[in-house]
Structure formats: structure tokens, C-alpha cells
């Protein structure tokens, strides 16, 4: 919101920043569509268990070349 309402920085008071945050609000909600999200639950636990697997990888190497 801020790069799109209030920047640049040119209000002169408190009720030009408030009629402009008003008008964005009546035209986002005028044009906004419900987001369709394609990550779903089992892609979220996917990663997951990638980056575990890939964070004990690491763990490992970090302690072989600690003990080389």
C-alpha cells in the first residue's frame, strides 16, 4: 500500500493521506477477485521434508569436515 497510495511523500495534511487511502480501499474492493492458491497443504508439507532433509545434509558435512 504504501508504494502504492503514499509515496511520494507530498501531503500537505492528515486529511489528503486519509481520502487517498480511501479511494485506493473503494478501488481495490471494486476490482478485487478471490486469490486461487495451487500450493496446497501436501505441496506445503513437501517442502517441508525437503528442507529438513536438506538441512540435516548439511548439518552432516559441517561435522565430517569439523572432525577432518
Known amino acids: 500500500m504504501q508504494r502504492k497510495v503514499v509515496s511520494p511523500n507530498d501531503?500537505?495534511?492528515l486529511d489528503e493521506i486519509r481520502?487517498?487511502?480511501r479511494a485506493?480501499?473503494?478501488r481495490y474492493n471494486a476490482t478485487a477477485q478471490p486469490f486461487q492458491w495451487r500450493f496446497t497443504t501436501s505441496d506445503l508439507d513437501d517442502l517441508l521434508a525437503?528442507?529438513?532433509r536438506h538441512t540435516a545434509d548439511h548439518q552432516e558435512e559441517s561435522s565430517t569436515a569439523l572432525a577432518a
Do not use: A
Open 11 to 13: 501531503f500537505t495534511d
Open 19 to 21: 481520502n487517498r487511502l
Open 24 to 26: 485506493f480501499e473503494d
Open 50 to 52: 525437503r528442507l529438513d
